[in-house]
């Protein structure tokens, strides 16, 4: 997943620019910023936790786990404002099939499935099965924003619907599920349960974004 983020982000790190070589507007940079910064720490924090777990090193992965809920924090704070200032700058532009003020409900979601997984891992960070299980998928969850800018996967999952937005995701939630049941010779239920959740949610918000109560919400709430 960090190399997905690396070669999804490519653009932003290398000459900070979105996806195509459009510049970032000034006004949006100081979010963008903090938020793509605090994005990557993460993927790298999750990293070096799942290693240290993997070398039994227990004490200094639970210390570590503070600033992996500070980090979730500066995300999803962060993650609002960013969304929300971007659709008001164009609302009507196109984008995956559908307008930019749509769209946003996309990302909306995907923000507020962070933030209930990583509660859902610190909740129960002292059950291993779970926690594992919500950490990993609070991770998948925000990984479709590097897949979405991935031309290489274009021609496999398409450029519209909920396969093109989130295909690449569930197909690698769903290798990591059998992966993780084969070695626990059963199913992983707190992964499977999680993982249904998140394929639900972000599959309802596709089809929610494009009707006409979404535009009205939008309109009102966001003034996009």
Do not use: C
């Amino acid at each position: 997943m960090l190399i997905v983020t690396a070669f999804g982000f490519q653009e932003f790190y290398l000459h900070g620019q979105e996806f195509g070589g459009t510049a970032i507007s000034p006004s949006m940079f100081p979010f963008v910023i903090v938020h793509g910064v605090a994005l990557t720490l993460w993927f790298v924090l999750f990293l070096t936790q799942s290693v240290l777990i993997a070398n039994r090193r227990r004490q200094i992965h639970m210390t570590l786990g503070w600033s992996a809920m500070a980090l979730a924090a500066i995300i999803v704070v962060s993650g609002f404002p960013v969304a929300i200032k971007s659709v008001q700058a164009d609302p009507l532009s196109p984008f995956w099939g559908m307008e930019y003020r749509q769209f946003l409900l996309i990302m909306l979601t995907e923000i507020g499935s962070f933030a209930l997984f990583v509660l859902a891992g610190v909740l129960n960070r002292k059950r291993p099965a779970r926690h594992r299980a919500m950490m990993l998928l609070a991770t998948m969850s925000i990984l479709a924003g590097a897949t979405l800018r991935m031309p290489i996967l274009f021609p496999i999952f398409g450029t519209t619907g909920w396969v093109g937005m989130f295909g690449p995701v569930f197909v690698l939630g769903a290798v990591l599920l059998a992966t993780r049941s084969v070695m626990l010779r059963t199913l992983d239920r707190w992964l499977a349960a999680g993982f249904a959740a998140m394929v639900a949610s972000y599959v309802l918000a596709v089809t929610l974004a494009t009707g006409e109560s979404w535009k009205s919400v939008a309109h009102w709430a966001f003034e996009v």
